[in-house]
T-cell receptor
Framework: DVKVTQSSRYLVKRTGEKVFLECVQD?????MFWYRQDPGLGLRLIYF???????EKGDIPEGYSVSREKKERFSLILESASTNQTSMYLC????????????FGPGTRLTVL | TQLLEQSPQFLSIQEGENLTVYCNSS?????LQWYRQEPGEGPVLLVT?????EVKKLKRLTFQFGDARKDSSLHITAAQPGDTGLYLC???????????FGPGTRLSVLP
């Protein structure tokens, strides 16, 4: 079974802090994604990556950056956390040509005070 | 940007009842996925439909893709408390350029 793990289930940070969210997948998938999930808004794509060192902006990239130095690891960075970035963050991976059949991690619930 | 709408937003039913939830758009999708997300977990893929009019069954769950590939439905027969969760539909447009999630239907099945 594909396993996608995220570094923290819950995280509390203060406004202005730099925040790192880590995601690791163990199935050698090329594609990796970062979403945020807010009530009534569904999942919104922040960034995605189709290969090592590759990154593409999703629908809401402002205030975020990403890093993909190794195939299995995709990191989301909040350079200066703000209260409106309080959310559930979900990482996903998929093999190429999967028809968008994504495998998700358990999520990180981030609270920015 | 295409939108996927889901209805109802919330649904609370008794164990043993049947239910149908809907996923609609004004756009044509090349494929559509249904996911279930349990509290505190990430979404888990249930099914992918790709052909207009396609029907897929997964035990007590029946998924249908509309003939025009603009909508889909999920029917659950004899719902059980284990079916409780957030049901999300997601789709990719015909050009393979946009992939979006709907806001979800939150289902609660009471014992």
């Amino acid at each position: 079974d594909v396993k996608v793990t995220q570094s923290s289930r819950y995280l509390v940070k203060r406004t202005g802090e730099k925040v790192f969210l880590e995601c690791v997948q163990d199935m050698d998938h090329e594609n990796m994604f970062w979403y945020r999930q807010d009530p009534g808004l569904g999942l919104r794509l922040i960034y995605f990556s189709y290969d090592v060192k590759m990154k593409e902006k999703g629908d809401i990239p402002e205030g975020y950056s990403v890093s993909r130095e190794k195939k299995e690891r995709f990191s989301l960075i909040l350079e200066s956390a703000s209260t409106n970035q309080t959310s559930m963050y979900l990482c996903a991976s998929s093999p190429p040509d999967s028809g968008n059949e994504q495998f998700f991690g358990p999520g990180t619930r981030l609270t920015v005070l | 940007t295409q939108l996927l709408e889901q209805s109802p937003q919330f649904l609370s039913i008794q164990e043993g009842e049947n239910l149908t939830v809907y996923c609609n758009s004004s756009s044509v999708f090349s494929s559509l996925q249904w996911y279930r997300q349990e509290p505190g977990e990430g979404p888990v893929l249930l099914v992918t439909v790709v052909t207009g009019g396609e029907v897929k069954k997964l035990k007590r769950l029946t998924f249908q893709f509309g003939d025009a590939r603009k909508d889909s439905s999920l029917h659950i027969t004899a719902a059980q408390p284990g079916d409780t969760g957030l049901y999300l539909c997601a789709g990719e447009d015909n050009y393979g350029q946009n992939f979006v999630f709907g806001p979800g239907t939150r289902l609660s099945v009471l014992p």
